[in-house]
């Protein structure tokens, strides 16, 4: 009996949550991250979204929709940050145009991430609920 008690405690670490579901979780940690970065921030988050390691078709297909879902609000607000400097240089009163073409690309942009965000939530839940848990 004394040596059944003794293996307990190794019994326990070998029945563990599994990779898969070590993975989803540090997914589902790092899409929170992404989500409530400020946008400033929102290109590293999105990087560690993409670095994270996935095993299983769910927690993969859940980082796939998220990348998806926040890559054009990144590509956005590069843009944007490529107009402001672009408003500062000399001659930017000429390129007007081409300033406002570049700005309503990046509005375009947001606005598809605000379609795909709530895809990225309800994947990110059921993910959580079938893998996040023990």
Do not use: W, Y
């Not at 307990?8 to 949550?17: D, M, S, Y």
Request: with cysteine; glycine share 4%; hydrophobic share 50%.
């Amino acid at each position: 009996m004394r040596r059944l008690l003794c293996l307990a405690p190794l019994v326990a670490l070998a029945c563990g949550p599994s990779k898969e579901k070590q993975q989803a979780r540090a997914l589902g940690a790092a899409i929170e991250a992404m989500i409530a970065a400020p946008n400033e921030q929102k290109a590293a988050a999105l990087a560690a979204v993409e670095r994270a390691p996935c095993e299983g078709e769910l927690a993969c297909e859940t980082k796939r929709v998220c990348v998806d879902a926040f890559t054009p609000l990144v590509r956005a607000m590069t843009i944007k940050d490529e107009v402001r400097a672009a408003m500062r240089a000399p001659g930017a009163a000429a390129s007007a145009d081409a300033l406002r073409a570049r700005v309503d690309e990046a509005d375009a942009l947001v606005k598809e991430t605000a379609k795909k965000h709530d895809l990225c939530l309800a994947k990110k839940a059921v993910m959580q609920q079938k893998l996040g848990r023990d």
